[in-house]
């Protein structure tokens, strides 16, 4: 038994147009970020999916409706476990002090926060199915390190958005 998994970002939020780090910050899409959604269900309709999960967060839930919303009845399903790291203290701070400070949380916690071993932690099966997660950089770190053997140094060095090399869903397989 295995499990494919097809791993989608939130769209571009008003934080982010910002240089803002929302972290557990419950903010929602932007204009463009609303546009970006709707056109991946386009980039996407060869594609077929049994379950959409997408962190609880707003920015992720109206993502994964846009998207995937009328695709007759696909069940999206909420997870708190798929939010983005929680940067404690430094969550809606300026991107240009999160994320130097990103890799050095690695084990350690972010103050009042957590680290990026926390969010690896979060986990669960689904056998035989082809899921859709639409979530944020924290778990999709983790899923590199946990399925791709990557180390958590290699996980943010080759991080697509560091080369502003987005792209329509990346693959990850379990079992």
């Not at 709707?38 to 049994?50: M, T, V």
């Not at 609880?56 to 409706?65: F, G, I, M, P, T």
Request: charged share 30%; with cysteine; hydrophobic share 35%.
């Amino acid at each position: 038994m295995s499990t494919q998994i097809t791993y989608f970002v939130h769209g571009t939020t008003t934080d982010n147009e910002k240089e803002i780090s929302s972290g557990c910050f419950d903010v929602g899409l932007s204009e463009l970020g609303v546009k970006q959604s709707i056109e991946l269900k386009n980039q996407i309709a060869d594609k077929k999916f049994d379950v959409v999960f997408c962190s609880d967060l707003k920015r992720a839930v109206d993502s994964a409706q846009l998207t995937f919303g009328d695709m007759g009845g696909l069940p999206i399903i909420q997870d708190s476990r798929l939010r983005e790291c929680d940067y404690g203290d430094l969550n809606t701070q300026p991107s240009s002090i999160v994320e130097p400070l990103q890799e050095q949380n690695i084990i350690t916690r972010f103050p009042n926060g957590e680290s990026y071993e926390d969010v690896k932690n979060r986990k669960e099966n689904y056998d035989d199915k082809h899921v859709a997660i639409v979530a944020h950089k924290a778990p999709q770190l983790a899923f590199d390190v946990l399925l791709k053997n990557k180390t958590w140094e290699q996980a943010f060095a080759e991080d697509w958005r560091k080369r502003k090399a987005w792209q329509p869903g990346w693959e990850y397989f379990l079992g």
